[in-house]
C-alpha cells in the first residue's frame, strides 16, 4: 500500500515562504504525475499544481503561478512544493496526491493516492 506522507506546514506571517514536502513510502518509479491540492476552511479542495515525474514538467492554478514551484527529486521518492509571497488566502490544509497514469491531472478524482495533508497558516 502506498502512503504519501507531507511535511513542513507552520504559521508564517504574509510575504513569508514555506517548503512543503511530500515522502513516499515506496519507489515512486510507477507514479506517472504527482500533485498539491489545497482545502481551505470551509472550502472544497482545490488544485495547486502537478509534475510530471519523469520529465520535471510542472504546471499551476493561476493563483499559483509566479509564486509556487514543485519540484521533485526522483532519487529521494520527494516531491516539493516551495511556496513564495505567501498570504492569508493561501490558509489551508495541503495535500499531496499521485496518479500511476496520465488523465486530467488538474482533476482532483484523478489521483490514486493521497496524504493525510499539513496545515500552513500565513497570518496578516
Known amino acids: 500500500q502506498v502512503q504519501l506522507v507531507e511535511s513542513g506546514g507552520g504559521l508564517v506571517q504574509a510575504g513569508g515562504s514555506l517548503r512543503l514536502s511530500c515522502a513516499a513510502s515506496?519507489?515512486?518509479?510507477?507514479?506517472?504525475?504527482m500533485a498539491w491540492f489545497r482545502r481551505a476552511p470551509g472550502k472544497e479542495r482545490e488544485f495547486v499544481g502537478y509534475i510530471i515525474r519523469s520529465i520535471g514538467f510542472a504546471d499551476y492554478a493561476d493563483y499559483a503561478k509566479g509564486r509556487f514551484t514543485i519540484s521533485r527529486d526522483n532519487a529521494k521518492d520527494m516531491v516539493y512544493l516551495q511556496m513564495n509571497n505567501l498570504k492569508p488566502e493561501d490558509t489551508g490544509v495541503y495535500y499531496c496526491a499521485a496518479r500511476s497514469g496520465s488523465g486530467n491531472l488538474y482533476r482532483e478524482r484523478t489521483y490514486d493516492y493521497w496524504g493525510q495533508g499539513t496545515q500552513v497558516t500565513v497570518s496578516s
Open positions: 515506496e519507489r515512486s518509479f510507477s507514479f506517472y504525475a
